[in-house]
C-alpha cells in the first residue's frame, strides 16, 4: 500500500492515492488492477480539471473492483472527464461554484453494483454520464442533485436494473435520460428513473427499455417552461 500527493499528470499502482491542491489544479490519473483502492481529490479553487486537458491520453481513468473514489472540486473553471470501471465501485464527486462539466463512463462489460453520487452547486453545469457498455452490465445505482444555473443533464445506460434518482433545483434545466438493456430478471427489478424538478428552463425526457419487469418513472416537477416526453417498453 501507498499514499501519493500530486497535483501533476500521474500514473499510480497503489491502493491508496491522495491529491489535495490550489491554484492551476491539474490532476491526469490512470490506474490499472486497482481492487481496493481508496482514491481520494480535493481541488480547492482556480483551474481545477482532474482529468483530459484536451486529451492525446490524459486521461482520468480507474480500473478495479471495491474501488472508493471522493473528488472535490471547490470553485473555478471545473471539469471532470474519464473512467471508473469495476464491480462495487463507489463514488462520490462535487463540483462547487465556476465553469463546472462533467464526463464520466462508469462501468463496463461484466460489472456490476456501483454508486455514485454527484453533487453540483451553481453556475454553468453539464453533466454527460455514460453507464455500462453492454446490457450485462447491472445493479447500478446513480444519485445526481444539482442546484442551480445553466444545467443540462444527459445520462446513457445499458444496463440491467439501473436507478437514476436526480434532483435539480432552478435555472436552465433540460435532463435526458436513455436506459437501454434487459430491464430486468424474475427476481430483479426494472429500470427506475426518479426526477425531481424545481422551477425554470426544464425539458425532461426519457426513455427506458427492457424485455422482462416494468420500468418505473416518478417524476415530480414543478414550475416554469415545462415539456415532459416519457418513452418505455
Partial sequence: ?????????????????YADDTGGNVVYIKQVAGEGL?????QTGYNNTVGDAAALQPYFEIEGDNITAAIVQDGMNNVIVGNLIGTGTTAN???????NELTLNYGNAGTMDGNLDITNTGDTNILT??????NNTRGYN?????????NTITTTTNAQYAIVDVTITGDENTITTTQ?????????????IVITADGNG???????????QRNVVNLDLTGNNGQVTINQH
Fill in 38 to 42: 481508496d482514491l481520494q481529490i480535493n
Fill in 142 to 150: 446513480f444519485d445526481i442533485a444539482i442546484t442551480g444555473n445553466d
Fill in 202 to 212: 426544464n425539458t425532461i425526457a426519457i426513455t427506458q427499455d427492457g424485455v422482462t
Fill in 1 to 17: 500500500t501507498g499514499v501519493q500527493t500530486c497535483a501533476l499528470p500521474i500514473s499510480c499502482f497503489t491502493t491508496q492515492v
Fill in 129 to 134: 454520464l455514460n453507464f455500462g457498455t453492454t
Fill in 180 to 192: 437501454i438493456g434487459n430491464n430486468g430478471t424474475t427476481n430483479q427489478p426494472g429500470h427506475e
Fill in 93 to 99: 464527486i462535487t463540483q462547487t461554484g465556476a465553469g
